[in-house]
């Protein structure tokens, strides 16, 4: 029998949010330092997702904050992906899910703040995509390779425009074969400026776009081949020389840019 609504705030507030919340505590008293504090606690807690909080005015008094600075740390929470505040009846702080994109595009904006050239770029993404070819290799299920085939036989038959939006899907295709989150992660935030900005534009604008387009495809169906046929070390090399073709291209398209 579920147990009431009141019974599971309070057990709630005492078991998941007021442990490591120190009573009248400064901190505490922000909206960031509640949402820090609340965040912290999910992650203790393995993540929760789906998991009921307690509703606005029960965290309001459990935090002594005003609704003002508990809404700021909902605010805070929500644009993390940590949690959202569901309305209507039933409703209260819920934890969600974290979408990667979030830190994808923090990251990348960073980057681009930062000027980073594209062979930096390229230098950190080629060590990850070999990795993945590493803990890929010789490991590839039926299914796998059935995913694997369909990426690379869709590419040939994109158009010039259609390639350039996706030229980053087979190697994302790699991150997630490998099994590694933390590699997928990093290789999603490199992709996004390497294959995700300068590469289509470079496709779309250079009068060899169309050669380019058919080399690519030709480049990722060798190297699904060789993983495929658990050719560890060739898929290394062919990607290694298919990543430095594609940081010449990029480098060489900055440096025109620039001009």
């Known amino acids: 029998m579920a147990r009431p609504r009141t019974e599971l705030a309070k ?3 005492r078991s998941s949010l007021s442990a490591k919340v120190p009573p009248g505590g400064e901190v505490a008293k922000t909206g960031a330092g509640i949402a820090r504090r609340i965040e912290a606690q999910i992650i ?8 009921w909080l307690g509703s606005e005015p029960d965290l309001v008094e459990q935090f002594g904050v ?5 809404r700021e740390a909902v605010r805070l929470l ?14 209260g702080l819920i934890v969600t899910a974290p979408d990667a994109s979030v830190v994808t595009r923090a ?14 770029l390229f230098n950190a993404r080629s060590a990850l995509e070999l990795k993945c070819i590493e803990l890929i290799g010789g490991k590839m299920t039926p299914e796998q390779c059935d995913h694997l085939r369909s990426v690379v036989e869709a590419e040939s038959t994109y158009t010039t425009a259609e390639i350039a939006e996706n030229s980053d899907r087979f190697h994302l295709v ?7 989150p ?47 046929s658990g050719e560890t070390e060739k898929a290394s090399t062919l990607m290694l020389r298919h990543l430095k073709w594609v940081s010449d ?8 840019a620039e001009r």
């Not at 990251?107 to 930096?120: C, E, I, P, T």
């Not at 050669?211 to 060789?226: S, W, Y």
């Open 66 to 70: 005003s609704r003002a600075a508990f």
């Open 182 to 228: 933390a590699i997928e992660l990093f290789l999603r935030v490199l992709t996004e400026l390497t294959g995700g900005h300068a590469l289509p534009a470079a496709y779309v604008t250079l009068e060899n776009g169309n050669n380019d387009v058919q080399r690519t495809c030709r480049e990722h169906k060798r190297i699904a081949n060789a993983l495929m």
């Open 174 to 180: 790699l991150a997630e074969l490998a099994g590694d």
């Open 249 to 256: 291209g990029v480098a060489t398209f900055e440096a025109n």
């Open 11 to 13: 057990t709630s507030s």
């Open 44 to 51: 203790s807690d393995g993540w929760p997702v789906g998991q």
């Open 78 to 91: 929500e644009f993390g992906g940590v949690a959202r505040m569901r309305t209507g009846p039933g409703g």
């Open 107 to 120: 990251a990348a904006s960073f980057l681009d703040y930062q000027h980073v050239k594209g062979r930096n």
